[in-house]
């Protein structure tokens, strides 16, 4: 199961980010496939991005100063979400590969959990709130507009993918990269430091779009059933790195489908699929 | 055995992605697929730490 999501994880990173030309002229992508969102996050100034991140076109619509809540956005969220639920972190989304192939590198000890991670847990609902919502809708500049907050602060994929490219490429974009840039170089580099030790720490604690699929999980088309063979002996708690209860609670809002219960199960009791009846 | 019972009617599920269609739609139809685009076509100063 593990090498098959990989693959496919791979396979999507390389497929969605194969605009060859923006590579090789640390340029991006132009055409009409940009008004397309992703389901992933996947910064849409990444050189070989074909498509747009969901979660920078939700802050571009709402701090546009011609719309505030962005329907087509949150429409194309929801059809996402409502089909596969955080599926999409475990399978297709880019930045949540890198941060799996992170924590294969061995270290002297991974952590599982710690005092304080369920509370923590919720920092990514109150990012999406404050900086993709709030902020670009609110703090707006003298012609209406807000800025980004979220993409500008935070986002480690934007630096990954497209910062340290477009900077290493771009004469222009070099020099003119300063504080901000190099607090987004420290953060990435914090959460690439931490993906060793903690799995999905991006995902777990930051990610706004994981808060919006989370959402989604109990509802999605696509769930994991727990059947009469369980026998509550908790081994897919065991081996769930996300930090759940699959044999209680098999769509909580952290589930991102990796299988990894599934594949620990000695009895078959816990099903994936789409819901039929 | 402390399981979750959680039913939820695919109906739901239907009237949601039914309801997410309506406003892709919608979206479409009041012109903000022409404001991601122009954000995605151009470099986001702000996504790579510059702007």
Known sequence: MDKFRHFI?????????????????????????????LPGLNCYSCPGAWGSCPIGALQAVAGSGAYQMSF???????????????????FLCPFGFIQD?????PFV????????????????????????????????????????AFCKYICPAGTLEAGVPLVLMNELLAAAAGWLYRWKLFLLIAIVLLSVIIYRPFCKYLCPLGAIYGLFNPVSFYRFRVNEKCVSCSLCTKACKMGIEPYKTPNHRECIRCGD????????????????K | MNKQKLFVSPWFSCVILLLAVAFVA?????????????????????????G
């Open chain 1, 101 to 105: 192939m992170l924590h294969k590198i």
């Open chain 1, 9 to 37: 994880q791979a396979a999507w990173a390389i497929v969605s980010n194969s605009f060859i030309a923006g590579w090789q002229s640390g340029s991006i992508y132009r055409g009409e496939l940009k008004s397309v969102c």
């Open chain 1, 72 to 90: 087509y956005v949150v429409g194309i969220l929801s059809v996402f979400g409502i089909t596969l639920g955080r599926f999409i972190c475990g």
């Open chain 1, 261 to 276: 219960c599934l594949k620990a199960c000695p009895h078959g009791a816990i099903c994936k699929g789409f819901e039929k």
């Open chain 1, 109 to 148: 000890k991974k952590i599982n959990s710690f005092r304080g991670d369920r509370q923590l847990r919720w920092l990514k609902y109150i990012i999406l709130l404050v900086f993709v919502l709030i902020l670009p809708m609110f703090a707006v500049d003298i012609i209406g507009e807000g800025a980004p």
């Open chain 2, 26 to 50: 919608f979206g479409i139809y009041r012109g903000e697929m022409a404001v991601v685009v122009q954000k995605a076509i151009n470099i986001c100063l702000e996504c790579i730490g510059i």
